[in-house]
């Protein structure tokens, strides 16, 4: 696929799969929760009020889009995501677990390598509403909270 990501694009997603803490991105070392060979569990830093504390996985690799992620991947991210969501149900006490995955600009893609979100939900939460509001950028201790919850929760 034709690259999406605007000329001159440093991927905020790489640096921090790389270990590289910088301006050019918001992941913290801190903040990653699980990795392998080939996907890698962070808590997101922009967070939706009242579904805190959400992950994304993304491929170790750099991968613009569900179009251009090779299937062998794309399975780990699968058996990924069922092990994350039994986890955050565990930790989080959540009542269910929502999964959200954006390509382009036109489907809400923001950062231009694959991530696949999941939100722990909540009886009666307010997530379909406040997702259409601005998410707001964590503070960097809450998010070491919640890893350190799931790390103790594995
Ligand atoms: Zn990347």
């Known amino acids: 696929m034709k690259s999406i990501a605007p ?7 790489c640096l921090g799969n790389k270990g590289i803490e910088s301006d050019d991105t918001l992941l913290k070392q801190a903040d990653l929760v699980f990795k392998d060979d080939l996907v890698s569990v962070w808590i997101n830093s ?12 993304v ?28 986890l955050l149900k565990k930790v989080y006490k959540c009542d269910g677990i929502t999964l959200r995955q954006n ?8 950062a231009f390598h694959y ?15 406040e997702l259409t509001k601005k998410s707001y950028l964590s503070e960097s201790s809450k998010r070491i909270e919640f890893v350190e919850r799931l790390k103790e929760g594995v």
């Open 7 to 13: 000329k001159d694009y440093i991927c905020p997603i």
């Open 46 to 57: 922009f967070w939706i009020k009242g579904n805190e504390g959400h992950l994304i996985i």
């Open 59 to 86: 491929p170790n690799d750099h991968y613009e889009t569900l179009y251009d992620l090779p299937s062998e991947v794309g399975h780990r991210i699968f058996e990924v995501s069922k092990t994350m969501s039994k």
């Open 103 to 110: 390509n382009e600009p036109a489907g809400d893609q923001h």
């Open 115 to 129: 991530h696949l979100h999941l939100f722990p939900r909540y009886i009666n939460d307010n997530f379909n509403k």
